[in-house]
């Protein structure tokens, strides 16, 4: 029996919805059984975008240009002007060194007269020589140890050979006995 307000209702459609229990998984991946943990989700591939053509594919081909960027002004310090500070005080320091103390590049040289003086003291004290009248050593004679020369000393009127050896670096020397 259809009545006149049948006709004029369209016709009822049924749609079937899924209902998921609670235990389910998420959509599309089955559930795990019972007392199982989900497995772990597929890694993540990232966002799956084309690389876009590009734009001036269709340009007449013209050879490219360098065109310059300008620098902003730097704060740091020129490199010739680093370089010139550090030549600068490795030249100061070698001299320093070289020539002050302890004196690489200097070869100290006895004094003459002090050497004179100091032969005619020995003898007169320590070989007891009264009569010494004259000591002559030679000029320039740099302090090396075991450096050897020979001085001349007149005693008794006589002209003899008095040998001298430097000790060491600060200029000490033997005296020894007239020849």
């Given at each position: 029996m259809?009545?006149?307000?049948d006709?004029a209702r ?6 079937q ?6 235990h389910?998984g ?6 795990p059984?019972y007392?199982?943990p989900?497995?772990p ?10 690389p876009?053509?590009?734009p ?6 013209e ?5 310059p960027?300008?620098?902003?002004p730097s704060?740091?310090?020129?490199s010739w002007l ?15 060194l ?7 590049f ?6 003459q007269?002090?050497v ?7 003898l ?5 020589l009264p009569?010494?009248t ?17 001085c ?5 009127g006589?002209?003899?050979d008095v040998?001298?050896?430097i000790q060491?670096r600060?200029?000490?020397y ?6």
């Amino acid at each position: 029996m259809s009545s006149p307000t049948d006709a004029a209702r369209p016709p009822v459609q049924t749609v079937q919805t899924s209902v998921r229990p609670r235990h389910a998984g998420p959509p599309g991946r089955p559930s795990p059984p019972y007392d199982q943990p989900y497995p772990p989700p597929p890694p993540y591939a990232g966002p799956s975008v084309e690389p876009s053509p590009d734009p001036f594919a269709d340009s007449p081909t013209e050879p490219l240009r360098a065109v310059p960027v300008p620098r902003p002004p730097s704060d740091a310090v020129p490199s010739w002007l680093v370089a010139t500070v550090l030549g600068t005080l490795l030249v100061g320091v070698v001299g320093l060194l070289g020539f002050v103390n302890p004196g690489f590049f200097v070869t100290p040289v006895l004094d003459q007269a002090a050497v004179q003086n100091g032969v005619s003291t020995i003898l007169r004290d320590d070989y007891r020589l009264p009569d010494v009248t004259a000591v002559t050593c030679p000029a320039g004679q740099k302090v090396l140890p075991s450096g050897r020369f020979s001085c001349v000393a007149v005693i008794g009127g006589k002209s003899s050979d008095v040998p001298v050896v430097i000790q060491d670096r600060t200029g000490r020397y033997q005296v020894g006995r007239p020849l």
